[in-house]
């Protein structure tokens, strides 16, 4: 164990900080920021497990992540249960919705799957905006805050552990994807699909399980989100431009590797609350403002520095070993 | 009626992924931005779209040329997610950039002509989507002669069927991927001026027809002009048979769904060589 | 299973591709523990084989038998399984991982655990000579390296039949004779491989039995000797100054 601790210092020290900071700090606009940044580096995670890990690069993850939104939200404004059976059902569906991903995986390579998601991220887009009898159309549905653990009503520092709880498993889902068996066949399905099934490795089957595993952590996410934030939107939770965030955290951070979601999450979700804050009192437009930022750090990353920060990371490390 | 348009818009990608073998994931923000262009001429000098549409076909043909310069040529050989995250990064940049500029307001661009009624049987067009898809259909066959008989439309079409082969003969194959993109966005930038007055204009405009114009151009084969043509026809036709039976509320569910279902079905379009996407282009 | 009992066995196998056919009612057996040569001009339908037999392909007819039992049409993963590992005429190797990974994953296939995979890996790349490279990318290696590490990784996956495709090709002669080397220390070890080449020197010293094909038929199967006798096979491959060369 100690180990393994030693050997994700970088992990342990983020971690670490991030459970300790709510003793020192009250701030609830920092602990705010705080909890944002582990919802998002869990979201970019989860996303890591099929793009990252798997190879099955997705741009349609806001559909699990809305599935998830609104599962929880309508369990408690329309069947009037706790937002964890909520997530439960959520997961359910997303699973299934999974499955469907999966199969397209198997069925297309690259873009072309990466086509597939967008349309079925934006099928659900208008599905759900146009159900107004269930879903309450495109006025989203607001979520009603009740104080305790059952409804999800924590306190900002009680979201705080939430979402670092949240944080630690797709951390550990990664991790475990490092060191295990399926990790190692995973990886060479990533490499080399068809190498892989020469070797014995079942392909299809692993693909669809990492999507579908990594639906279900978005969907819990989504869930955990929608009661954070008090509002499920439509057309924001099954945006493109949400699917795209998750991945873009990724990739700064480092693609295909445990920490990258969260260093990404970090630099990008700072940025943000700076923008935003900065730029509050100017009109609306400027919301556009970190959007083209990020898809122009998405454009230049992807390019000049494909490992991303963990990548640059570990090339200093090992610059300063061969020193 | 549509079809004409829709395949002025399919054309210019088919041609992009064809010969460049890069799936272009912004080619819809070049629609919107052409519908912005159209707007504001409208707006601030009273230009007709169907003039503005001169202009906008040489004034995209430079932007496509800087925008590969800047962008896409770095990426020509690189992986499949390079390419991936590229194109869906400068997507998210010329939407933002948009939404910054003119803000997310839904702007209309009405000339006289969108309100004179023409009727053919018992179906009514307006004037504007007759004339539009006139013009976005002389532009496409325009296109396709341009390929099959001009010297440059040949070099285009070598370097789509064997990249290496292509370089081997001479072919510099750096100035036909910056010409083919160059036209393609031409395309589909003149696309969105024809477009602007039949649809409200916004950043995120280009969406619904970037995922529409990949169904027309998986349909009829990646690559495959003919193919975008035909499947141009078919999509409208099947779009407004879908409006008829499901309401015009549910008609994008449709054509997405179609997507996903040409996908999975039929991938390589109904005139592809079957298992094209899975040899890995 | 007696030493010459059939271990594959091909029944009338044929493969179309639209108007082509790939391979046109092939028939064969190969005996456990002998070396089949498969040779034939390019495009006869060799690679094309390999993909069906290995799962890749479904043929239009016809059956492939593994130790007696129907594989046709099953997927690759399971015939690998069952103890037929393949290897890629254009070398795939996980080029982002390490060599000793490489290997690892291929033993992972038998083994349950990834330290017990990692020592087999260890052994395996100790037997193809890799060692010294075990720790590098697969992507740096050389052409010669790399079809070692084709050959290693497939290993692993302790097959019963190893089907190798075009092995020796682009190979130095250094390198073309260490592997094989490689091959007689398998072969002589128990394992049964059946060998696509066109190095015909290199065949004629390994191949007990070899299999000709030519528009994607076979029209000849035998003995070295007498196939490099048999006129058709001369006209549709070897060419005259081979069999005076032998002479």
């Given at each position: ?108 390579k690259g873009p ?80 080399d ?131 | ?14 041609l992009i992924f064809g010969i460049m073998r890069v799936v ?44 590969y310069?800047?962008?896409m040529r770095g990426v020509i050989h690189a992986s499949h997610?390079v390419q ?63 390929m099959?008989?001009?010297h440059a439309g040949r070099v285009m079409r070598a370097t789509a069927q064997d990249r290496d082969a292509a370089t081997l003969m001479g072919i510099d194959t750096d100035r036909v991927y910056r010409l083919t993109f ?40 990646l690559g495959d ?47 592809g060589q079957?298992g094209a996407e899975t040899l890995g282009v | ?41 390019n495009g006869?339908?060799?690679t ?40 890629f005429q254009l070398v795939k190797?996980?080029g ?43 992507r740096?290696?050389?052409i010669?390296?790399r ?19 075009e092995?020796?090709a682009g ?77």
């Open positions: 164990m100690t180990g393994l601790l030693r050997a994700r210092r970088g992990a342990v020290v983020l971690f670490g900080l991030a459970a300790l900071v709510p003793i020192v700090v009250r701030d609830a606009y920092f602990l705010d920021s705080l909890v944002l940044i582990l919802l998002w580096g869990a979201l970019s995670a989860a996303w890591n497990v099929a793009g990252g890990y798997a190879g099955q690069v997705s741009i349609g993850h806001a559909s699990f992540f809305g599935i998830g939104a609104y599962s929880a939200a309508l369990m408690v404004t329309r069947f009037g249960r706790g937002p964890w059976l909520g997530m439960l059902v959520g997961v359910v569906i997303s699973i299934g919705a999974g499955f469907v991903i999966g199969f397209l995986s198997n069925r297309l072309y799957f990466a086509l597939s998601t967008i349309a079925f991220s934006q099928v659900l887009l208008i599905g759900v905006s146009r159900w107004r009898g269930f879903t309450a159309g495109a006025e989203g549905i607001p979520v009603p805050f009740r104080p305790g653990f059952a409804t999800l009503g924590l306190s900002h520092v009680g979201w705080v552990y939430m979402a670092l709880a949240a944080a630690l498993v797709c951390y550990a889902v990664e991790v475990y994807l490092e060191r295990s068996r399926v990790g190692y066949q995973l990886a060479g399905v990533r490499e699909e068809d190498a892989a099934e020469a070797l014995g490795i079942p392909t299809r089957r692993l693909k669809v399980g990492a999507v579908t595993f990594s639906a279900a952590l978005t969907s819990v996410c989504g869930s955990l989100w929608a009661q954070y934030i008090g509002f499920v939107d439509p057309t924001y939770v099954f945006s493109v431009d949400l699917s795209v965030r998750f991945a873009l955290n990724t990739i700064i951070g480092g693609m295909g590797t445990a920490l990258g979601p969260f260093l990404g999450s970090i630099l990008i979700t700072s940025l943000e609350t700076y923008l935003r804050a900065t730029f509050a009192g100017v009109k609306a437009g400027f919301t556009g403002i970190y959007l083209i930022v990020y898809g122009t750090a998405l454009i230049l990353v992807v390019r000049f520095v494909p490992e991303g920060l963990a990548g640059i990371a570990t090339r200093l490390r090992m610059k300063r070993a061969h020193a | 009626m549509l079809g004409g348009i829709y395949a002025l818009i399919s054309i210019g990608l088919t272009n994931f912004a080619h819809g923000e070049f629609l919107m931005l052409g519908m912005y262009l159209a707007f504001w001429a409208f707006f601030l000098f009273t230009a007709d779209p169907y003039f503005v549409v001169l202009v906008a076909m040489p004034l995209f043909f430079v932007v496509g040329l800087v925008v310069g800047l962008v997610n991936i995250f590229t194109t869906v990064g400068l997507s998210t940049v010329l939407q933002n950039i948009a939404l910054v500029a003119w803000s997310g307001d839904f702007r209309y661009v009405r000339p006289w002509h969108l309100s004179t009624v023409l009727r053919a049987g018992s179906t009514i067009f307006n004037l504007t989507q007759v004339v539009a898809s006139l013009i976005a259909i002389t532009l496409t066959l325009a296109l396709v002669a341009f099959k008989w001009t160059a036209i393609g966005i031409a395309a589909v930038g003149a696309a969105g001026v024809l477009v602007a007055p039949l649809y409200s204009v916004y950043p995120t405009a280009g969406l619904q027809f970037v995922l529409l114009s990949y169904v027309v151009v998986v349909l009829g084969g002009m003919l193919g975008a043509m035909i499947g141009s026809l078919i999509v409208a036709a099947v779009e407004v048979a879908g409006s008829y039976v499901f309401g015009v509320a549910w008609k994008e569910i449709f054509y997405f769904l179609l997507f996903i279902l040409v996908l999975v079905f039929r991938p390589a379009g109904l005139f079957r | 299973m007696s030493a010459r009992a059939p271990i594959l066995e091909l029944d009338r196998v044929t493969k179309r591709f639209g108007g082509l056919t790939a391979v046109s009612s092939a028939s064969f057996t190969v005996r456990a523990g002998e070396i089949l040569g498969i040779i034939g001009p006869a339908g060799k094309t084989l390999f993909n069906v037999i290995s799962g890749y392909y479904r043929p239009e007819s016809g059956r492939v038998l593994f130790a007696g039992q129907d594989v046709t049409g099953q997927p690759p993963h399971s015939i690998c399984r069952l103890g037929l590992t393949r290897t190797p996980f982002n991982l390490s060599v000793i990974d490489n290997v690892m994953i291929g033993a992972l296939t038998r083994l349950p655990t990834v330290s017990s995979a990692r020592m087999e890996a260890e052994r395996v790349v100790e037997m193809c000579g890799l060692a010294a490279h075990a720790g590098g990318h697969a740096t290696l050389p010669g390296l079809k070692r590490l084709e050959v290693a990784r497939a290993l692993a996956t302790r097959p019963r039949l190893l089907l190798l495709d092995v020796m190979l130095n002669p250094t390198e073309l004779a260490g592997i094989i080397e490689l091959i007689r220390r398998l072969h002589a070890d128990g394992l049964t491989l059946i060998v696509i080449e066109h190095i015909m020197a290199a065949m004629m010293r390994l191949a007990q039995r070899i299999v000709v094909l030519h528009h994607g038929e076979v029209i000849a199967e035998g003995a070295p000797a007498a196939i490099t006798q048999d006129r058709r096979v001369v006209d549709a491959y070897l060419g005259e100054e081979f069999v005076l060369a032998q002479a």
